[in-house]
């Protein structure tokens, strides 16, 4: 039982354009979501999070949208650079921003290749 | 450096030979997790400490696997009598709240 999934496996982005990547959940208990980058060999690395009372989440170049009656969240890169290039897992998590982030459910993760 | 650490990197191992990996996270925090992931997915939630307490265990962990925290400080993971299935890599990470902070991994290669 996938409660959160990353349809799409691979995306491929121009240097300079916008990358979007999508992430679906089941679980209506879920009330925080975070992004995280993946490089090769190294361990995930914390982007962006976003709480179940907002809809939008703005940190520079990232933001995460999440639309809970569609149960959808999108992670919005603008502009994208080479060095974006990477896997990027979703998460989510019950609690909230205090007890949240204990027991993450992650998604399978989608590889975005930049290309100059 | 004062990120998550995991040590080894990298382990190879015959199947049924037991492993131990460990973790020393960031100091002031006083939550520790153990993930699994393998090949194509993400990261699976194995168990998690509140100081020395291990206060929940996913179904993921079998008897053949044990963790301790017992100061409060660093974090053991053991897994006992390997399997090819155990093959992964292992990841530590603590939190503040409202963000989990990962290490970079123990890779498990069980032959």
């Known amino acids: 039982d996938q409660q959160v999934k990353q349809n799409s496996p691979s995306l491929s982005v121009q240097e300079g354009r916008i990358s979007i990547l999508n992430c679906d959940y089941t679980n209506s208990m879920f009330d925080y979501f975070l992004w995280y980058k993946k490089y090769p060999a190294e361990g995930p690395t914390f982007l962006i999070s976003i709480s179940s009372i907002k809809d939008k989440n703005e940190d520079g170049r990232f933001t995460v949208f999440l639309n809970k009656s569609a149960k959808h969240l999108s992670l919005h890169i603008v502009p994208s650079q080479p060095g974006d290039s990477a896997v990027y897992f979703c998460a989510a998590s019950v609690g909230g921003i205090i007890q949240g982030a204990q027991k993450l459910v992650f998604g399978q993760g989608t590889r975005l290749t930049i290309n100059p | 450096d004062t990120g998550v650490s995991q040590d080894p990197r990298h382990k190879i191992t015959k199947r049924g030979q037991n492993v131990t990996f460990r973790c020393d996270p960031i100091?002031?925090?006083?939550?520790l997790y153990w993930y699994r992931q393998t090949l194509g997915q993400g990261p699976e939630f194995l168990t998690y400490f509140q100081n020395e307490a291990q206060l929940e265990k996913s179904r993921l962990l079998s008897d053949r696997f044990s963790a301790e925290r017992p100061k409060g400080s660093f974090s053991t993971l053991e897994i006992q009598r390997t399997e090819q299935g155990d093959s992964a890599m292992y990841l530590c990470?603590?939190?503040?709240?409202?963000?989990?902070?990962f290490g970079e991994g123990s890779r498990l290669t069980v032959l």
């Open positions: 100091s002031e925090h006083n939550r």
């Open positions: 990470a603590s939190s503040r709240p409202g963000e989990l902070f």
